[in-house]
């Protein structure tokens, strides 16, 4: 969905808020999602899926503490900033538990919620352990 | 990063703090012959630009550390000798308000994520090379 500057803005306000597709819900990782960028890749080239989750996996980690860094530190303005990268890199690998836990973390007003940012982050927590779980499976699979 | 390998026109600046996503959309540029010159963070990117003006188009983030897309957009606008490069402004806020305030600042294209790899082909074919993209860049 790309739009030009020529584009009529309001008329593409339904297109941008359209709901993620139901059957993906609940799964860690939509590898229907992942594995559609396969079509990018080169007959002689390393396995781009592969390059793919190895650079989620060494990055989401330090997204995830720059979240609770932000969080001990009361600095909610950080917190929804870091919430808010590792939602964009989360949905668009199809990582959509995690991307969904980060639109919460970055939606919720902490100053008065503390009780809700322990469970969001316990949340994230559980969400990364199962999509990480599915990615090494993906991962393995596609080296054997 | 030395232009001695590529003509001017064919160098891309991508800024994006997202690794997986710097690797992906260098990708699909390198697939189409051209150079790609990546910053790791807003700050980066504005360095690069202080000094080196010689792109074909530029693909930002919104959201960065330091120094957010929507700044360098307006840096690029103002300096004469990069205000004619088409940038693509790429987000995972899907908010109607973020995408006016994209256009109206310059970019030339707004690509909200999640994306497919189809579309992400697309809009950088369209940056890269679509003669109506021209039209309206001029």
Same mark, same amino acid.
């Given at each position: 969905?790309? $739009?030009?500057?020529?584009t009529k803005i309001e008329s593409q306000e339904t297109k941008l808020l359209v709901p993620v597709p139901a059957g993906v819900v609940g799964d860690a990782v939509d590898m229907e999602l992942l594995n559609a960028f396969e079509e990018l890749q080169a007959d002689d080239e390393t396995d781009l899926i592969v390059e793919? /989750?190895?650079l989620y996996l060494t990055d989401a980690p330090q997204r995830m503490l720059a979240i609770r860094e932000a969080a001990l530190a009361n600095d909610w303005l950080l917190l929804k900033r870091a919430a808010h990268n590792l939602k964009g890199?989360?949905?668009?690998?199809? /990582?959509?538990q995690v991307a969904e836990t980060c639109r919460k973390l970055e939606g919720t007003e902490y100053e008065h919620s503390t009780e809700s940012l322990a469970d969001l982050l316990r949340q994230m927590d559980d969400? $990364?352990?199962r999509?990480?779980?599915a990615l090494l499976s993906e991962r393995q699979r596609r080296l054997q | 990063m030395s232009s001695d390998k590529f003509p001017v026109s064919k160098r891309v600046l991508v800024a994006d703090d997202d690794p997986a996503m710097r690797h992906l959309i260098s990708t699909i540029i390198k697939r189409?012959?051209?150079e790609v010159v990546v910053a790791e963070d807003g700050r980066a990117a504005f360095r690069i630009l202080q000094s080196d003006s010689a792109f074909k188009a530029a693909i930002l983030d919104m959201t960065m550390p330091f120094l957010e897309g929507l700044?360098?957009?307006?840096y690029m606008r103002t300096e004469k000798r990069l205000m004619r490069i088409p940038i693509m402004m790429i987000t995972a806020e899907q908010d109607i308000k973020?995408?006016?305030s994209s256009f109206a600042a310059g970019a030339t294209a707004f690509l909200p994520k999640p994306f497919t790899p189809a579309q992400l082909q697309s809009a950088i074919r369209i940056l890269l090379g679509n003669r109506q993209l021209r039209k309206i860049a001029a």
């Open positions: 969905m790309l $739009f030009e500057r020529t793919l /989750i190895d890199s989360s949905a668009n690998l199809g /990582i959509r969400e $990364f352990s999509a990480s779980e | 189409q012959e051209y700044d360098l957009i307006r973020l995408m006016a």
